[in-house]
Structures are given as structure tokens and as C-alpha cells.
């Protein structure tokens, strides 16, 4: 039986009652409260205004003393059915929000104190930076290890809670800014230390701008990039491990103390338990999937190989095409050893994805600029002839990685990929570094024959479930670093079995364009499928009432009274609620498990330990993803079964990512949208050309 524990401590008010400073001025070293979060008091005395300012306990003249017990009081009132009901007696205490931030502060203070490098904003948590016990060998870095401590009021318990969290490792450079700025431009510099202080580089204080010889920069992508360094190998250990024992230590070394819980007095013992009432589990059914001839499995895997995919391309007439430069025509002669089914370890497209492999003698791509060779293969492609009846996919061989230092490298693979899509042709990119180094690349063909499949629109596999009368539309975003942009992929629309539809790309401003979108959607889907019942929307946060409302007027247009579900899909990184499975060795609790923290909120495991004896370690420990449920006809979501159904959907979705054989932990109604949101900005105009618009060119 699973034995889960989150990673919460909880704790009580350390004082009954408490006195807090209050001024209308802005003032350094004060902390800024909204006015709807202040007590009665403040707004009397100062009249109405957006803002108010606190020194929480610190006494200051001309300042207003408000005292006030830290516990809200009650009152018991009769209901017009004659029932007796307590309620909070409305400014009976400090607001939550200025109670938490006041906590925070003393947090914050504490480890300042202690001289740790603290992170300046304790608003909503207090981030604290504690030097690693394994330190950088090549004497370039110090390496600290980052915690963080958020207070929160009642989320999964009774008590006040202080959420703890690891949240990795950062590297601060051992030469100075002074000396980076050589090489690195200011806007490459986020963070720096100066004086054992933590600051934004653009809030320095003037004694750090006089003095750039002592201030020292945190390692950053933008620095990494401008130095030229390479990319780090992902860290595929277990994070769950990591996070538990990094978390335990801190606990045992600067929480569970009586310093420490003289300002923050801690009562449980250690990290609480999960009630064991709000751990739930998908269907076992939401794990099938259906492969060739309608054979049911539960790993793609095994079921490609023992049955084949669900559905092939619609068209027989495909060929294939290298795009290599010279000097790697043996890896493209590898490449195709594979496909064919000559090379050990891959059996072949054929025989895989059942799928005709052929390449047109002559057809393939050659050039020789191997630094620059956007202008040859620019060429090549443009004065090749496509002929209309024939499906093509190139395979590029690329002289560099995707993730290569150099930024104009990197876009080359974007821009092959927007100038095939405009000739109707999908790719596939291979680093022809990986095929020649790596012993065991066969490993990799399996995934890339799946995502070739779906790029010629064959179904590798797709849900083993009844077809209702719903739509599912996705909606994900990614931010573009270079531009600060962020765009929005959405309308990846599908029936609950997973077959894809359509999608399309917007930038985040565009509200009206994307509930438009989403309604045509809708429109298509119920001219074809009479009687929709609903309308699923997975969203990559909390969906605001100004981008809902377009939807909703969207569907009384079309005559539709349908409920609409929003389902906000979040990743949980290392600074959020996590929890462990303590009954297994390695802590990550089984696929399909999930958990309530609030109100239609959940965890929610999306990984591939379906068995409590078995588990393949090369699959990676992601973490939960948070969902939380909203409907706008409240009272379908106070019903048990429609929510569980409605997180069934999230894992399912989970399942059908076409680009690994391995199950993901966001459904690919985020992931698809998010992927194509990265690629969007890189292409003329933020314009997908038309065939890529239902296809799954991005794999």
C-alpha cells in the first residue's frame, strides 16, 4: 500500500496577536500592500488609494499602530433554513496575504542573519542559496545549492504550512563582471553576488556599480552562449531522490531547530503525510492504447513490434531524400542502412511502421559549406521539382546540433523547416554526430520512425476508448527569450481517441483571434458530428475570464448551450508541491496517480512506472503535473465522476506523444501547441505555411 508524504511542514502563529505599522508613503525598506488587503483601519485613516505601505512590527513615527489577534473570530448566524452556520467576523484579523508576506519577511531576515545569500523578494517566498557539498573541479564556479520556503495558509492541511522545496544547483562565476564583459554583453547578466548580497544586475546598488571588479556573475543559457560553451548532457537521475534528500537536509540542518522555530514554530514532525482520502487513480483502462488490427497494449513499445501501428499513411506513394553536406554522405549511408533494415539493432520502416521506404536515386541533397549552408540547400530545394502525387520527407543530416552555442547554426534548423513546409514536405533532422558516436544510437530509430509515421499523417497507435461527442482543444505557449515574446500554439483540436485535427499559432495579446480560432474548431467538428455535449479545453495556466468570455459568446453564435471545461494544465518544477511515494525505494509515485491540494486541484503522475515491481530507470522520474478544473456550469465540477474523467483525459492525452515511444508527463494537448510556439518565431511573417497546419511536421 503507497505511503505518500508531501513536502510540507506545518506550523502555528508564533504570536497571538500582532501589532503591524501601516503609512500611506512610499518609503525604502517598506513592503507594498493592495488596498483590498489592508485592515478597515488603514483606508480610514489614509482615505482610498491603490496602495498602502507596511513595516510589519518595526515602530515608526507617524506610522498607524493596528493590532489585531492573528486567528479570525466567528460568529454563529441562523440561515433562512433555519440552520445555525459559522462565519468569519469580516476585518477581525490581518489579512492572509499580509500575514504571509509578514512570515516571509521574518524567513527572509533569519537567513540573511546567518549570512547566506538570500534572494531579495520575499513577497511570496524566500529563495536561499547554501554552498553545495560538491564543489566545480575546474575552479571556475561556486556551486550553491537553492532552497526555497513559501508560506501558505491551509492548502492540503488544517494549519499554516511552509512549503519547502530544492530547487537545483546554480554556478556564480569565480572572475568578476569586469572581466566577463569582454566576451558577455550586460543584457546576458540576470543575477549577481556583490558584498553576500544576491541582485538583479540592473538593481545594483551604486557601491556595486563603482566597484564591477567585485561583483560576480550567476552562470546563465545567454552567458553560456555568448562564451561559446557547450551544452551539459540533461541530468536524467532520479529528481525525486535528489529533491527528498536535499529537502530532508535542510530541514534537519536549519529548520528543525529551536532558532528557527522561535519565529516559525513548526509542530509537525517532519514533512506531513498525504491523507490518504485524497489520493485517487485513473481507470486501468486509461493505460490501453490500440495498435495495428485493433490488438490492445500498454507499452508502445512492445505493441509497434508485435502489432504494428494503428493506421497507416494515407498514401503509398512516398519518397524519401538526404540532405547532407559531403564529408557526411557514410552517415547518411548509415541513415539509410537503418531505414532499410540492413543495419544491426532496427529491424526497418518497412517491417516498423510498415511504412515503403524508397529513395530516388539522384534526389538527395549534397553540399559543401559546411560553416554556412543555408545559401546551398536554399537553392537546392527551391529549383527542385515536387511532383504533386507523391508524398516527400527529407532527411537532414545536420553538420551541428540543434542545441549548439552558435545562434545562427541553430536557426538554419528552422529555417529548413519552414522552406520544406512551403514545398508540402516534411523532415526529419538527424545529428550526424550522435549516429557515429553513440554505440547504441539504434535505440533511437524506434522513436524516430514513430514521428515520421505521424508526419506522412499515419496513427502510430491511439486510445483504447468509446468516441463521445466532445472536442478537445489545446491550447500551450512558450516564450521566446531573444524577442520576449510569447506565443501561443492552440487549436490542436482532437476527438477523445486522440486523432488530431488542426492547429494554429497566435501571440499571447491575441485574445479575440484565439477563442476564434477555437470556435471554428467547434464549428467544423459539430457540422460533422451531430449533438455536442461539451467542449474540453486544456490550458496551459489559469484561463482568464476576458479569454474565456469570447469563447462563450462564440458558442450562443453558433446556437450551442454546451458547458465549456477548462482544464489548466501546469508543469510543477522543482519550487512547487510535490509528493513521495515512501513504499518504493526510489520515491516517485505509480503512473496514474493523483492526488488533491484544493479545490478541483490535483497532482497528477504521468510516468511509466505502471507496475509497483517493475520499472525501467532509462524512462526518467518526471515530475507530477498540477491540474486544476473549472467549469462555467459550477455544478458539473462538484461531481466526483466528471472530474476523474476529466483527469483520465489529461493522462491519456499523456500517452500520445509521437515522438518517443515513452510516455510523457504533459498530454500533447500542451505539449504539441508548445512545441510549435517555439518554432513559430523563427519563421517569416509568425506565419505556419498552410500544410503545416494539419500536419505534425514538428516532431
Not at 87 to 96: A, D, G, K, P
Request: charged content about 25%; aromatic content about 14%.
Amino acid at each position: 500500500m503507497a505511503n505518500h508524504t508531501f513536502n510540507i511542514l506545518t506550523f502555528n502563529h508564533p504570536q497571538e496577536e500582532q501589532t503591524f505599522y501601516f503609512t500611506d508613503q512610499e518609503q525604502d525598506n517598506l513592503t507594498r500592500i493592495y488596498k483590498s488587503l489592508v485592515p478597515d483601519e488603514v483606508i480610514e485613516k489614509y482615505g482610498e488609494q491603490d496602495h498602502y505601505y507596511t513595516s510589519f512590527t518595526v515602530e515608526k513615527d507617524g506610522f498607524l499602530a493596528v493590532s489585531k489577534p492573528t486567528t479570525p473570530l466567528f460568529e454563529t448566524k441562523t440561515t433562512e433554513a433555519g440552520e445555525e452556520r459559522s462565519y468569519t467576523i469580516r476585518n477581525s484579523t490581518f489579512s492572509s496575504s499580509v500575514l504571509k508576506r509578514y512570515y516571509n519577511s521574518l524567513i527572509h531576515s533569519h537567513f540573511k542573519e546567518k549570512g547566506f545569500l538570500v534572494k531579495p523578494n520575499f513577497v511570496s517566498d524566500t529563495e536561499v542559496w547554501l554552498p553545495s557539498a560538491k564543489q566545480d573541479t575546474t575552479g571556475k564556479y561556486k556551486i550553491f545549492d537553492r532552497f526555497s520556503l513559501k508560506v501558505q495558509f491551509k492548502t492540503v492541511s488544517d494549519s499554516l504550512e511552509l512549503l519547502v522545496t530544492f530547487e537545483g544547483k546554480s554556478k556564480i562565476f569565480k572572475v568578476p563582471v569586469s572581466t566577463l564583459l569582454e566576451d558577455v554583453s550586460p543584457t546576458d547578466i540576470n543575477w549577481v553576488v556583490y558584498e553576500k548580497g544576491l541582485y538583479r544586475f540592473d538593481e545594483l546598488p551604486d557601491s556595486g556599480k563603482r566597484e564591477y571588479d567585485k561583483v560576480y556573475p550567476v552562470w546563465t543559457f545567454e552567458i553560456r552562449d555568448a562564451l561559446m560553451q557547450g551544452t551539459e548532457a540533461p541530468d536524467k537521475t532520479n529528481k525525486y531522490k535528489k529533491f527528498r534528500e536535499g529537502i530532508d537536509k535542510f530541514y534537519n540542518q536549519y529548520l528543525n531547530t529551536e532558532e528557527f522555530k522561535a519565529i516559525i514554530p513548526i509542530t509537525s514532525n517532519g514533512f506531513i503525510p498525504v491523507n490518504k482520502i485524497n489520493v485517487g487513480s485513473v481507470n486501468n483502462s486509461s493505460n490501453r492504447l490500440l495498435f495495428g488490427e485493433q490488438k490492445s497494449g500498454i507499452v508502445p513499445m512492445d505493441g509497434m513490434k508485435e502489432h504494428g501501428p494503428f493506421d497507416f499513411s494515407s498514401t503509398s506513394k512516398i519518397h524519401f531524400f538526404f540532405i547532407f553536406h559531403k564529408d557526411d554522405q557514410h552517415i547518411a549511408q548509415k541513415m539509410d542502412g537503418y531505414f532499410k533494415g540492413s543495419e544491426f539493432g532496427f529491424k526497418g520502416l518497412t517491417k516498423f511502421i510498415h511504412t515503403p521506404y524508397h529513395t530516388e536515386k539522384g534526389f538527395s541533397i549534397r553540399f559543401e559549406d559546411r560553416d554556412n549552408p543555408w545559401p546551398e540547400i536554399y537553392e537546392a530545394v527551391t529549383n527542385k521539382h515536387f511532383e504533386s502525387d507523391i508524398q516527400y520527407i527529407a532527411i537532414y543530416i545536420s553538420p551541428f546540433s540543434k542545441n549548439s552555442p552558435d545562434k545562427s547554426r541553430r536557426k538554419i534548423y528552422y529555417k529548413l523547416k519552414e522552406l520544406l513546409l512551403k514545398e508540402g514536405v516534411s523532415s526529419q533532422v538527424i545529428d550526424g554526430e550522435k549516429v557515429m558516436t553513440n554505440e547504441k544510437y539504434y535505440y533511437s530509430l524506434p522513436n524516430i520512425a514513430i514521428a515520421i509515421l505521424a508526419k506522412l499523417n499515419g496513427t502510430p497507435w491511439k486510445l483504447d476508448t468509446k468516441l463521445k461527442n466532445e472536442l478537445i482543444v489545446g491550447i500551450g505557449a512558450f516564450r521566446n527569450s531573444e524577442v520576449d515574446i510569447q506565443y501561443i500554439g492552440s487549436a490542436f483540436s482532437f476527438a477523445n481517441n486522440g486523432k488530431f485535427n488542426r492547429f494554429e499559432c497566435f501571440q499571447k495579446d491575441q485574445t479575440k483571434e484565439l477563442a476564434g480560432s477555437i470556435i471554428r474548431a467547434v464549428k467544423e467538428y459539430a457540422n460533422v458530428n451531430t449533438g455536442i455535449k461539451r467542449l474540453v479545453i486544456h490550458f496551459y495556466k489559469s484561463m482568464r475570464q476576458d479569454e474565456l468570455q469570447p469563447i462563450e459568446d462564440g458558442l450562443k453564435d453558433l446556437g450551442l448551450d454546451i458547458p465549456v471545461f477548462i482544464v489548466s494544465i501546469n508543469k510543477t518544477e522543482s519550487s512547487d508541491i510535490v509528493a513521495f511515494d515512501n513504499s518504493w525505494k526510489d520515491l516517485m509515485p505509480m503512473s496514474g496517480t493523483f492526488i488533491k491540494v484544493g479545490y478541483n486541484k490535483f497532482l497528477l503522475f504521468n510516468n511509466t512506472r505502471y507496475n509497483p515491481k517493475f520499472y525501467s530507470f532509462h524512462d526518467g522520474f518526471p515530475f507530477p503535473i498540477k491540474l486544476k478544473i473549472f467549469c462555467t456550469e459550477k455544478e458539473l465540477v462538484e461531481e466526483y465522476k466528471t472530474v476523474k474523467e476529466l483527469i483520465d483525459q489529461v493522462y491519456q492525452f499523456s500517452r500520445m506523444y509521437w515522438k518517443s515511444v515513452r510516455q510523457q508527463n504533459l498530454p500533447v494537448t500542451i505539449k504539441y501547441p508548445e512545441m510549435v510556439a517555439e518554432m513559430l518565431p523563427h519563421f517569416d511573417g509568425n506565419e505556419i505555411p498552410e500544410f503545416g497546419k494539419d500536419n505534425l511536421w514538428f516532431l
